[in-house]
T-cell receptor, first 114, second 117 residues
Framework: ETGVTQTPRHLVMGMTNKKSLKCEQH?????MYWYKQSAKKPLELMFV???????ENNSVPSRFSPECPNSSHLFLHLHTLQPEDSALYLC?????????????FGSGTQLSVL | AQTVTQSQPEMSVQEAETVTLSCTYD???????LFWYKQPPSRQMILVIR??????QNATENRFSVNFQKAAKSFSLKISDSQLGDAAMYFC??????????????FGTGTRLQVTL
């Protein structure tokens, strides 16, 4: 039991589709993160939420839209994606948005954009 | 900007043997944190070991230990008595000790470890 659950596990979508990725954490953490993992590239931080407020947005295109309705749930809304957006999208949480904290990851959503 | 380099895309080790994964980093800071994360086929990344730069003693977690060379900016992971369950991608990561946007983790590109019988 990881404590961080991501759905769906796999997603195939067309460039004109709209879909959402969901992340839920059962650890009572205050900070949640979206990462993008592409083959042979370092993980890229996309967004950080602390106490439901977005605190970091690392130059992510507007076709990715995050939402954090409460401290347990995090969504990534996708629309008009490009094939280069195909990647593994990882959600993570930590007790606080704080230096040196251990991150708890979910198992990711493998996204394929056709 | 900080960078993390893992120069070994793939490594292989026999069961029960010892293997060392390399990691170097570039930073101008004196205080920071270093991590090794493991990503098995299940895709869930798990923290293996953590090192604080101000501590001279190398971190150890059961069969996992690090060789932290601050002057050389090197942070290698040693896995002793390798087991089949150690097969995974291993990521080295750096985190600044200063707050704000520098608080994010910077990851390397990973090393895929195979464990053979």
């Amino acid at each position: 039991e990881t404590g961080v659950t991501q759905t769906p596990r796999h997603l195939v979508m067309g460039m004109t589709n709209k879909k959402s990725l969901k992340c839920e954490q059962h650890l009572g953490h205050n900070a949640m993160y979206w990462y993008k993992q592409s083959a042979k590239k370092p993980l890229e931080l996309m967004f950080v939420y602390s106490l439901e407020e977005r605190v970091e947005n690392n130059s992510v295109p507007s076709r990715f839209s995050p939402e954090c309705p409460n401290s347990s749930h995090l969504f990534l809304h996708l629309h008009t994606l490009q094939p280069e957006d195909s990647a593994l999208y990882l959600c993570a949480s930590s007790p606080q948005w704080f230096i040196g904290e251990k991150l708890f990851f979910g198992s990711g959503t493998q996204l394929s954009v056709l | 900007a900080q960078t993390v380099t893992q120069s070994q895309p793939e490594m292989s080790v026999q069961e029960a043997e010892t293997v060392t994964l390399s990691c170097t980093y570039d930073t101008s800071e004196s205080d920071y944190y270093l991590f090794w994360y493991k990503q098995p086929p299940s895709r869930q990344m798990i923290l293996v070991i953590r090192q604080e730069a101000y501590k001279q003693q190398n971190a150890t977690e059961n069969r996992f230990s690090v060789n932290f060379q601050k002057a050389a900016k090197s942070f290698s992971l040693k896995i002793s008595d390798s087991q089949l369950g150690d097969a995974a991608m291993y990521f080295c990561a750096y985190r600044s000790s200063s707050g704000g946007t520098a608080s994010k983790l910077t990851f390397g590109t990973g090393t895929r470890l195979q464990v053979t019988l």
